[in-house]
């Protein structure tokens, strides 16, 4: 971390005071992303009022300065000159402009963006004089701890001659992007790294902080996170990065970051170009050119001007084996908010991958069903109509025919899409389990353990695990089912712990970024690990699964307190590091999904299934998680 100097302190007062005076803008559901006007990205952003005018001529290096802060935010400039390098005319309309003739600060970037509000009526290759007032404005609003972008805005603007040269490009690559990721905040602002000097020799972010607005570009790169329906993928820069057999590249540590991702929009009209389709391992081939923006969804964005061609590598979905005559074979998979409203097809790829990609597991606990009218806010609560279309999908598919169990949440308690009343589902297959079913559970009766006949039994299954505790707040109650296969009775936990809505991401302005929903998620895992606790107090050798989407990594505070004191162990960690993700998001591939085991079920064995998270096609956002073992 660079040493504090009275440059810093002055900077830290100018953001003290731009955020004071309102400076420092933006709502929390804008951006300054490319998307198209149809998507959520996309918003206008706010204009605070003109404050007083800089002294004397200003470039664009002097506007955006040393630090992630304009030390010109708020003042007027005039006269700021530079070659029209791109323009966005739908989500946040403007331009980028870039001064021709750099400075010797690498620190200092030379592009910047203009605000218009209204489509720009500017093009490419102008040569525009621009006025106007400096903002910072932060994308998601400055409670969402976004890094801001440097803009001028409410700006009047002069093209002095059209069709001339763009200003070289910045080559992004493996070799220019630091293997550091960021500088510690500075404990005395907080956290915040806003007002340390730019070091983009030395860490990740300050590098493509230093290129903010210019004009970069990137060659030949894996993308690392699949095209989305929003018009935009991930790529890496960076080929070995933690990178895995299948494209991917794997996030595995707070302290370890993927330098090399970054994201990739166009500016191209989808109507002139549509966006290519591609899946991770891809490449996206030649030179992809434009602006270097920084959005709400991702960060540091190239707004290519030039997109490259998408190279397939036809990436396959995988299938893991069929479980033994002797191995219990139990899945966990979030099907993402199935209603009887999604199309048949969806059903259909759902039930194939569970026939045909998952060898038809004894077990599945399904995360994400919902009520049999969806979003539609009446009070619904009942999922048959769901469960059983799925069901009936599945021996359409070729696969048995499940019985379920479950229990009906209380209506709007359990977070997720409003009106859906997302559940937990036991599927099984009553021709290799059974389900012992204890009367009594519903959604606000707690199940609890008790000892029958010398080994552990629940007072209620299907049961709830405290539904009362403060830990399950607007959130998923685990489900809790007993199960017996060849004799021996299994325990299976089904959990859809809290979101991960709320944190920063990972290029905030404080670092490390704040984690907040993870207290909740804290919570939940004390709770359950707790309720583990009280079977092995019973039957010291139960055998017991805690299975589902948990929504945190394999090695967060969150699955250290599942595992408290030794009661369960994550069974991903049977896989090699490079093997450990369920889920991509923003070009990392990562661990949400888990199954964790109690000490007696020894030898087994792990999969987790990639079928969604890494390609452009998706029937869920998750990749499904088998384990078999022989109870």
């Known amino acids: 971390m660079p040493a504090a100097s009275s440059r810093t302190t002055a900077v830290t007062a100018v953001v003290a005071a731009a955020l004071a005076a309102g400076l420092l803008t933006g709502?929390?559901?804008?951006?300054?992303?490319?998307?198209?006007?149809?998507?959520?990205?996309?918003?206008?952003?706010?204009?605070?009022?003109?404050?007083?005018?800089?002294?004397?001529?200003?470039?664009i290096h002097d506007v955006q300065g040393s630090t992630r802060i304009s030390p010109l935010v708020g003042r007027q400039v005039s006269g700021v000159t530079g070659i029209v390098t791109g323009v966005r005319t739908y989500g946040s309309k403007g331009f980028w402009f870039q001064e021709p003739r750099p400075d010797a600060d690498p620190a200092t970037s030379e592009g910047v963006f203009v605000f218009t509000s209204s489509a720009p009526t500017v093009a490419v290759g102008d040569a525009v004089t621009v006025s106007g007032t400096v903002t910072e404005y932060v994308p998601g609003g400055t409670a969402s701890?976004?890094?801001?972008?440097?803009?001028?805005?409410?700006?009047?603007?002069?093209?002095?001659?059209?069709?001339?040269?763009?200003?070289?490009?910045?080559?992004?690559?493996?070799?220019?992007?630091?293997?550091?990721?960021?500088?510690?905040?500075?404990?005395?602002?907080?956290?915040?790294?806003?007002?340390?000097p730019l070091a983009p020799s030395r860490y990740a972010l300050d590098h493509y902080e230093s290129l903010e607005g210019m004009n970069v570009r990137i060659g030949s790169s894996r993308v690392v996170g699949a095209?989305?329906?929003?018009?935009?993928?991930?790529?890496?820069?960076?080929?070995?990065?933690?990178?895995?057999?299948?494209?991917?590249?794997?996030?595995?540590?707070?302290d370890a970051q993927n330098t090399g991702r970054l994201q990739v929009q166009s500016l191209v009209p989808l109507a002139e170009r549509p966006f290519p389709a591609a899946d991770v391992g891809d490449v996206l081939s030649g030179t992809t050119e434009g602006p270097l923006d920084f959005n709400q969804y991702g960060g540091y964005t190239l707004t290519a001007r030039t997109l490259g061609e998408?190279?397939?590598?036809?990436?396959?979905?995988?299938?893991?084996?069929?479980?033994?005559?002797?191995?219990?074979?139990?899945?966990?998979?979030?099907?993402?908010?199935?209603?009887?409203?999604?199309?048949?097809?969806?059903?259909?790829?759902?039930?194939?991958?569970?026939?045909?990609?998952?060898?038809?597991?004894?077990?599945?606990?399904?995360?994400?069903?919902?009520?049999?009218?969806?979003?539609?806010?009446?009070?619904?609560?009942?999922?048959?109509?769901?469960?059983?279309?799925?069901?009936?999908?599945?021996?359409?598919?070729?696969?048995?025919?499940?019985?379920?169990?479950?229990?009906?949440?209380?209506?709007?308690?359990?977070?997720?899409?409003?009106?859906?009343?997302?559940?937990?589902?036991?599927?099984?297959?009553?021709?290799?389990?059974?389900?012992?079913?204890?009367?009594?559970?519903?959604?606000?009766?707690?199940?609890?353990?008790?000892?029958?006949?010398?080994?552990?039994?629940?007072?209620?299954?299907?049961?709830?695990?405290?539904p009362a505790d403060a830990a399950w707040e607007n959130s998923r109650k685990p489900l809790v089912g007993e199960f017996v296969f060849r004799g021996r009775t299994v325990f299976v936990v089904a959990n859809h712990f809290a979101s991960k809505g709320g944190d920063e991401s990972l290029v905030s302005h404080h670092q490390p970024p704040t984690r907040s929903s993870e207290v909740q998620r804290h919570a939940q895992a004390a709770a359950v690990n707790?309720?583990?606790?009280?079977?092995?107090?019973?039957?010291?050798?139960?055998?017991?699964?805690?299975?589902?989407?948990?929504?945190?990594?394999?090695?967060?505070?969150?699955?250290?307190?599942?595992?408290?004191?030794?009661?369960?162990?994550?069974?991903?960690?049977?896989?090699?590091?490079?093997?450990?993700?369920?889920?991509?998001?923003?070009?990392?591939?990562?661990?949400?999904?888990?199954?964790?085991?109690?000490?007696?079920?020894?030898?087994?064995?792990?999969?987790?299934?990639?079928?969604?998270?890494?390609?452009?096609?998706?029937?869920?956002?998750?990749?499904?998680?088998?384990?078999?073992?022989?109870?």
């Open 310 to 466: 998408v190279t397939g590598k036809g990436l396959r979905r995988e299938t893991t084996r069929k479980q033994r005559r002797g191995e219990l074979a139990v899945a966990t998979y979030n099907v993402e908010n199935l209603d009887p409203a999604d199309p048949q097809e969806k059903f259909d790829a759902l039930a194939a991958a569970v026939v045909n990609n998952l060898a038809s597991p004894d077990i599945v606990a399904l995360e994400e069903i919902q009520d049999d009218n969806g979003p539609k806010d009446d009070g619904t609560v009942s999922a048959d109509r769901t469960v059983t279309k799925f069901v009936d999908a599945i021996v359409a598919a070729g696969g048995p025919a499940y019985q379920w169990r479950s229990v009906d949440p209380q209506d709007k308690k359990d977070g997720g899409q409003p009106g859906g009343n997302i559940r937990q589902v036991f599927l099984f297959n009553p021709e290799r389990v059974s389900f012992t079913d204890r009367a009594g559970g519903d959604a606000t009766t707690a199940t609890d353990v008790v000892r029958e006949r010398g080994r552990a039994a629940l007072t209620h299954s299907p049961g709830r695990i405290d």
């Open 27 to 59: 709502a929390a559901t804008t951006s300054a992303s490319a998307a198209p006007a149809t998507s959520p990205h996309s918003s206008d952003s706010s204009t605070p009022a003109s404050g007083s005018p800089a002294d004397g001529p200003v470039s």
């Open 227 to 254: 095209t989305d329906p929003y018009s935009e993928l991930w790529v890496t820069v960076k080929p070995y990065e933690h990178a895995n057999r299948r494209g991917g590249t794997v996030y595995g540590s707070y």
């Open 530 to 631: 707790a309720f583990v606790k009280k079977l092995l107090s019973v039957q010291r050798n139960a055998d017991v699964l805690v299975v589902g989407d948990i929504n945190d990594f394999e090695f967060s505070g969150t699955t250290k307190a599942l595992t408290a004191g030794g009661v369960l162990s994550p069974a991903i960690e049977s896989l090699p590091r490079a093997e450990r993700y369920s889920y991509v998001y923003q070009g990392n591939s990562q661990v949400l999904d888990q199954i964790l085991t109690s000490p007696s079920v020894g030898h087994f064995e792990y999969d987790s299934v990639h079928i969604n998270a890494e390609f452009a096609a998706q029937n869920s956002d998750h990749d499904p998680q088998v384990l078999r073992f022989r109870p």
């Open 145 to 196: 701890g976004n890094q801001s972008l440097t803009q001028i805005s409410r700006p009047t603007i002069e093209v002095v001659s059209s069709g001339n040269p763009l200003p070289s490009p910045v080559t992004i690559s493996g070799r220019s992007v630091p293997s550091r990721y960021a500088p510690a905040g500075d404990p005395a602002a907080g956290g915040s790294i806003n007002a340390l």
